[in-house]
């Protein structure tokens, strides 16, 4: 004999799968809300990539700007030519970006030894990218007191 099932069964599993339907899927609300949620974290991630990419741009120039200095100055101290008191300016293309330079030379207060002031920057822009200073002894040998 087969087990009964009890009279109310019929209203049981209706009832069950009432339950089911309220609970079953995500309300309109609930998407809209996630949707959000992921639209702001994106836009805070594209944010924060745009700021890394522009910084490491600036690096890269930084860089750039900073080898063409040392590169003035080992030129200067290179071509021994008569030092002379006064300011050089130039241009060249370096990485693709056009930059200009400018060595200013001035006495010190020995005799001799001079000052060089390396400036770069960018071809157009007011301030430079890179300062830097060095020295440079226009003599045969230093003597040794």
């Given at each position: 004999m087969a087990p009964s099932l009890p009279k109310n069964y019929k209203n049981e599993v209706t009832r069950i799968l009432n339950l089911e339907k309220k609970h079953s899927g995500f309300t309109l609300i609930e998407v809209l809300v996630a949707l959000t949620?992921?639209?702001?974290?994106?836009?805070?991630?594209?944010?924060?990539?745009?700021q890394d990419i522009i910084r490491t741009e600036l690096i890269q120039k930084r860089m750039?700007?900073?080898?063409i200095a040392q590169n003035q100055l080992a030129e200067e101290r290179l071509f021994k030519n008569k030092v002379s008191v006064g300011s050089r300016k130039g241009t060249l293309r370096f990485a693709n970006y056009d930059w200009e330079w400018e060595t200013i030379t001035s006495k010190t207060t020995v005799d001799k030894f001079y000052r060089l002031d390396v400036s770069v920057s960018l071809l157009g822009d007011n301030l430079p990218s890179r300062s830097i200073v060095g020295f440079?002894?226009?003599g045969d040998e230093i003597e040794n007191e």
């Open positions: 949620v992921v639209a702001v974290s994106l836009g805070a991630l594209i944010a924060v990539s745009t750039f700007s900073n080898w440079i002894f226009d």
